[in-house]
């Protein structure tokens, strides 16, 4: 809300894991050719997968295709990802040993979690800070708690195998099912959250050149 984040990688990565429930890599490691619309359905959607030498997940049955829920669209996600003079969505992350989100997490850590900085805690538990995978939790849990999606609609959405099997979570699927996804994701909502109250990377901040 106050316009201090440096890189846009601290913007919107957080913002993309509160509406995605990916995993911290996925998010970091994305091209801007894994961002496009669908050309079936018309849907905008995150391609999660590892094709090339610097890309990983955690099981190659978890490559998947993420809709973009309205949030980020308002916010300006897709204008961003067009503005970025670079092949990678976030250019301001250094490739380490265990990929792209070694910074990232270094400073979602020392910026969030930090108790000199803004020391968040697990809701209900003061002695126990949250950790960048809680956004996966949340999202899985409002799906499941809020809207009582099936299981093993949430567990394609967010890359894992449904329960009581091994079925790929879907990276190549027919466009009604991506339309039902789409409905799916667009169902995550957060009502203590004042989004207008977010500056836009665009207003906010120069765009990353390198």
Request: charged fraction near 25%.
């Amino acid at each position: 809300t106050q316009g201090r984040h440096t890189q846009p990688a601290y913007y919107w990565v957080p913002l993309l894991a509160l509406f995605t429930g990916a995993r911290q890599n996925e998010l970091c490691q994305l091209y801007k050719s894994d961002v496009y619309q669908h050309s079936d359905s018309g849907i905008w959607v995150i391609d999660i997968n590892h094709n090339g030498d610097d890309k990983t997940i955690k099981d190659p049955r978890h490559a998947r295709l993420v809709p973009i829920h309205k949030q980020l669209v308002r916010m300006g996600f897709l204008e961003y990802v067009g503005s970025v003079n670079h092949e990678r969505v976030f250019p301001d992350l250094p490739y380490k040993r265990d990929g792209y989100g070694q910074k990232l997490s270094r400073w979602f850590c020392d910026t969030y979690l930090n108790k000199i900085n803004c020391d968040i805690r697990k809701a209900g538990n003061k002695d126990s800070s949250a950790v960048f995978h809680s956004f996966r939790h949340t999202v899985e849990t409002k799906l499941d708690h809020d809207h009582s999606i099936p299981a093993h609609h949430i567990a394609h959405l967010v890359g894992q195998a449904p329960p009581g099997g091994s079925e790929t979570t879907g990276r190549y699927i027919k466009p009604k099912d991506l339309v039902a996804r789409h409905k799916m994701i667009n169902k995550l909502s957060y009502p203590s959250i004042d989004f207008t109250r977010i500056r836009s990377w665009r207003k906010g901040f120069k765009p990353w050149d390198g």
